[in-house]
């Protein structure tokens, strides 16, 4: 079976508004959050930390990591971001994408999430856009949300959560360095602890970070 499979369904079907605008506007989101003062360290593996924001009157909170790693730009981009079939390889909660529609730098995905590990929890899955902006030094911006998209079953008996907000950049800093920059805030939707969540979230936000220093080195100024 393959790791990704391709629907072609025009991306108007899914989203009728602007790519541009939809794009524009989580890029600057992004932006915003990223600079702001108030990120508190919430998960700590060996030197490495994941922190944690709030926002008012969002329950829901953001994650964000960041490393500089020791290999190119195209490189990094390609395997954490463009390369559906790679994320299978590095997100175990992942054994396929579904891949709905493209059009330019702009793309609508479909992914399931593996929570059935834990007894009696139904899987989840997402329906997403995942907009690109590529920077003239080589760097790639990447801003994903979820989209209501009712017409599109979910995978096999999951049930659907949300994907609020999805930073993946890569920045570069070399020609082989590059920093990584991921923010992440999920709502898994039904009745699990928020704080549950959020723990298992950054758990497996660290553990992806630690894969990508291993497959790509440490780069240290």
């Known amino acids: 079976m393959p790791k990704v499979h391709l629907q072609h369904v025009p991306i108007s079907q899914l989203i009728p508004d602007s790519l541009p605008d939809r794009r524009n506007r989580l890029l600057e989101k992004g932006k915003h959050l990223w600079e702001r003062p108030d990120w508190k360290v919430y998960h700590r593996k060996g030197a490495f930390s994941i922190e944690k924001l709030m926002v008012e009157g969002d329950p829901i909170p953001l994650l964000r990591a960041r490393a500089s790693l020791g290999s190119s730009v195209n490189n990094v981009a390609d395997y954490v971001i463009l390369d ?5 390889d590095w997100d175990p909660t992942v054994d396929q994408v579904v891949e709905w529609a493209q059009e330019g730098d702009h793309r609508v995905f479909q992914i399931p999430c593996d929570t059935g590990r834990i007894p ?3 899987d989840r899955d997402f329906v997403y856009y995942e907009g690109y902006h590529h920077a003239p030094d080589g760097s790639l911006f990447s801003v994903a949300e979820s989209i209501d998209a009712t017409q599109i079953p979910a995978l096999g008996n999951s049930i659907r959560g949300s994907l609020r907000f ?3 950049n890569v920045i570069w800093l070399g020609y082989d360095a590059c920093r990584l ?3 992440w805030q999920t709502d898994m939707g039904g009745r699990l602890p928020i ?5 298992g979230s950054a758990k497996s936000l660290a553990n992806e970070f630690v894969h990508f220093q291993q497959k790509f080195g440490i780069f240290k100024r």
Not at 84 to 88: G, S
């Open 120 to 122: 009696f929890l139904p």
């Open 181 to 183: 920059e991921i923010i």
């Open 195 to 199: 704080n549950q969540v959020t723990s």
């Open 84 to 88: 559906k079939a790679a994320q299978v």
């Open 166 to 168: 999805i930073m993946r």
